[in-house]
């Protein structure tokens, strides 16, 4: 097991080729968000653009259009119950984030169905939030899942009901154990969150606190994780979500000096100038 | 009667324990804000969220769930006019706020009704704003209202209407007399908010000012209320309201030495940071 | 003639006594803003927020609510076509505003004519934007407006509507003549904004500049006087029309040693702590 | 081939006259925003606003209108499917940007063509976005182009489209052959973006950098563009696109000393206080 330190930050952060343009940065397509918890796929997108992926589009309810323009005018929009308008977006996104505030109804496990359905290996998926409790209880989308090698973000119930291990058995070996069966990458969202990588290693946060005890606040981890994935295209992509997990709790831990509770839109707001910072110094 | 003093923030606002999660910090349900009033609930509902709870869901009309999302996307929403909605958030919660920007025609009596046939004791029910008005004119709430020991938030003319005490009747004597009738906590708010605690108690409030004489400030008092219940867990819950009172005067005399009117929302915005201010040394 | 200085803002934002509360500073009505507009009339409240008004509720079209609570969710709402509501709102207040953003359609005239009717002398009545176009249109309201001795806030093109004077003729003796037929104050917008007093008096401002030249600039300053006015409640009601209109452009002359052009939204921005500033030192 | 230096600021950005009002800085008309991609015309109209425009009104899908109040409330607003108010609003423009976030449906096609049967040579037309994709689709509308001397801000895939240009092939000698058949000036974006006039000269940027890869940048341009235009009144109107184009890039340097992605929203906020540091010293 490997705690991750900020080593891993200017590792993956680095300095941008003058020849590119928004395309380079990778297509982030953002899926959830029903009329009850529009918020929470608001929350990630934001942290997407803040994170500097080139190109965001949010595909939710109609009711959080006017919300997600007003907070983050740079990213793009398709209702999220338009088959049509979901498919094609599938088709040209870079990388995928399904479920935050994606609620656990039909409209919902139809949506999931379609991404599981279009979405292949060699764009990234991940998974967060209600769409884990979606799989949880529909095992028939496991052969789909396993070929595309999706990142899970559960916190720890979530990962009870994926996995079956109760929280109080959740350990690296009986975790890693039903990760390998996943095939997927996971980050367990916890007190020290811990990651589990495909290849079998193990990363675990040291960092962030109590403060970031808030709704919202895996919302914009999965954000974040989605943004840097979308630029930072290493082969071995899991140091790529380290580095986003580590920042998320870093950027925390900064804010918490001056406040009592950090909220997901503090963290958000400073990303920008967090990732600055931490930009590898041979390349600045 | 107790003056209240600075010292009541130390003593309540407390550093968090490391294994802790969303959840350990309370579920807060929020309900109000018809058409007419919605900034009420809003800012009711932010106060909440900035000043630590860990879960919010906002019972509202549809016609302010963008602007709730846009000011906090944090929270989550339902429509309070969906019964069958409200009595599932109400079991879920953990403090219930009802009133701000309610309005007291028929739906609004509907819905207190419910959540006054649906809270059970051991939740902490506040009651403001409209709410209050609507309770002075239905005494046969009264019943379900005693065994839920509820916090009034009243201002003297709300607390005239509840009471039947005239304003430049109502004293200390003549207001526990009536308080302790409801087996209620009531805050009444006025120059110099007196609070009258169920084990016959008086904290009086001595800071605050009249910049703070604006439409909303009584919203943000009582989300702060809620957000502190939520998170600060005593069996005395009254400190803990004593604090949230001197929390929200002390935030808006800060502010008033460089404006001159103090609003709601710079109230909001600077919680976090005060609250930091404030915690207890030894837990630093 | 009398070129105001600063000492009108000392004059004027006095401190505020401590035995008060939020009806001591003054119900406002705005009323404007239809779907083409809406900006105008949400800046106008806003400011009228700003500035210190007790409470605020702003009549405009279904179609502002959202944006309205998004940027100043103190505010109360009313749909402007709904007469019952206006007419119940008209007899609540002590402030009127009427005209940024409201349009010169049918809908428009019968929401000036509905205020018009039910506004009594008490009440101070501003009449700014469009509203000055409809009256210019409508002579049959000259009666009904006498009696009001409105406040009018035109700029040059619309007191040339109104008052029949090409702007190339609009000097201090043919602008007194119709004004004094109005038995109304004049606040004539240009370079070097010019107040007729209802008792033959004129205030010249020469501060100001043309980083003021941008869209929306005059309905924050409708928003300034009718905040001024609900609370700071002299008999010579004029020379508080006097310290609002001093007031907007030294904010702005203010901003513009930073910024080349200056928003209305910047102005808003500003107002608590610029009258912060120049409170009456003997009440500091 | 000249490159551009910051000389071009100082040179454009010049003191007001004291005796100037909104309409002395134009009005600009900004057409685009479909529900898919609202935010870009919001973004492109929000530049205008802050770059010193006197009056901006912006016809989009009704669909946009919360956020683009919410996000600039001093924009005024026509729903751009109604042909009777589009016809009405380019009647009275000085400039028309049209294209950001339009899209390329049946609706956007009837919407641009509307324009260029009813835009004239004395208006200043800028071409963006979608509205570059369906020009290069339909040479019907060459005609109708060629006499208004549009300028067009194509990325270097919407030029390909345009000029038939490949990527590759596309150099100062075969773009200039194309440009002036276009009898326009195109504003080439790219790294280290190119300008090409009507009298044939070129200027080139030399600055900006991979921290503007990300959506939104490029409407943000074209804002700021109809924002200078809309004011700086040259008769050699090109040096003001030059200046426009080099202060968006100036400000994205600047910004991206403390951020390691500059977002568009970012640009916007800063544009005020950059064109007062440029304001021309002798008019200082």
């Not at 005018?73 to 399904?98: H, R, T």
């Not at 505030?101 to 998974?127: K, S």
Request: glycine share 8%; charged share 15%.
């Amino acid at each position: 097991m490997h705690v991750l330190n900020k080593n891993i930050l200017s590792q993956i952060i680095t300095a941008r080729p003058a020849e590119s343009h928004k395309g380079s940065y990778g297509r982030v397509l953002t899926v959830g968000g029903n009329t009850q918890f529009g918020g929470a796929i608001i929350m990630a997108t934001s942290a997407i653009i803040h994170s500097g992926a080139g190109l965001s589009t949010c595909a939710t309810s109609l009711d959080n259009l006017t919300a997600l323009h007003t907070i983050v005018p740079e990213a793009m929009f398709i209702p999220f119950d338009s088959e049509y308008k979901l498919i094609d977006a599938i088709s040209s996104a870079d990388i995928i984030l399904v479920g935050p505030g994606l609620g656990v109804d039909e409209n919902a496990i139809r949506i999931l169905q379609t991404i599981l359905q279009h979405a292949i290996p060699q764009q990234q998926l991940i998974i967060d939030g209600s769409a884990i409790t979606i799989i949880a209880d529909h095992h028939e989308f496991f052969p789909l899942l396993k070929k595309l090698h999706p990142i899970f973000t559960p916190h720890q119930m979530e990962w009870q009901r994926l996995s079956g291990l109760k929280i109080s058995e959740q350990d690296d070996i009986k975790n890693t154990l039903y990760q390998q069966q996943l095939q997927a990458t996971v980050v367990l969202k916890k007190n020290h969150t811990t990651i589990y990588h495909r290849d079998g290693s193990i990363s675990q946060l040291a960092i962030g606190g109590p403060y970031m005890a808030t709704g919202g606040m895996g919302d914009t981890l999965a954000g974040i994780i989605a943004g840097f994935l979308a630029q930072f295209k290493l082969k071995n992509y899991e140091y790529v979500v380290d580095a986003a997990v580590y920042a998320h709790s870093a950027i925390a831990d900064e804010i918490s000096k001056e406040k009592y509770v950090v909220l997901p839109t503090d963290i958000i707001a400073d990303i920008q100038v967090f990732m600055k910072r931490w930009v590898a110094p041979h390349n600045k």
